[in-house]
């Protein structure tokens, strides 16, 4: 697997180095009563972080932390809106 240059959690700059599994389009059809349908989805690409930042001299290990914090407050988010009764699905 190739390593790239990527955007750091932390400072925003091109200064860790990750592998990226590039994302594609995917589809689904379904059947409604005037026909089908088919609906695109986009399956996003997986970026990992395999080195610390040059710029911002964070080490790998609190580069994953930051992400992971990143990560489970967005969780949290999604959480809340459902408990509120707000869909959270996205129609493309
Ligand atoms: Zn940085």
Redo the contacts with the bound molecule.
């Keep these: 697997m190739p390593k790239s240059k990527s955007i750091?959690p932390?400072?925003g700059?091109e200064?860790?180095e990750a592998i990226v599994k590039r994302g594609y389009l995917g589809h689904a059809t379904s059947r409604i009563s005037s026909g089908s349908k088919t609906k695109y989805f986009r399956v996003g690409e997986s970026v990992k972080i395999v080195s610390g930042?040059y710029?911002?001299g964070?080490t790998l290990k609190e580069l994953i932390k930051i992400n992971n914090d990143g990560k489970s407050s967005h969780k949290q988010r999604i959480r809340r809106l459902k408990d509120a009764g707000i869909p959270t699905r996205i129609e493309g």
Excluded: D, P, S
Aim: aromatic share 0%; hydrophobic share 20%; glycine share 10%.
């Design positions: 750091c932390n400072c700059k200064g860790v930042c710029i911002c964070k």
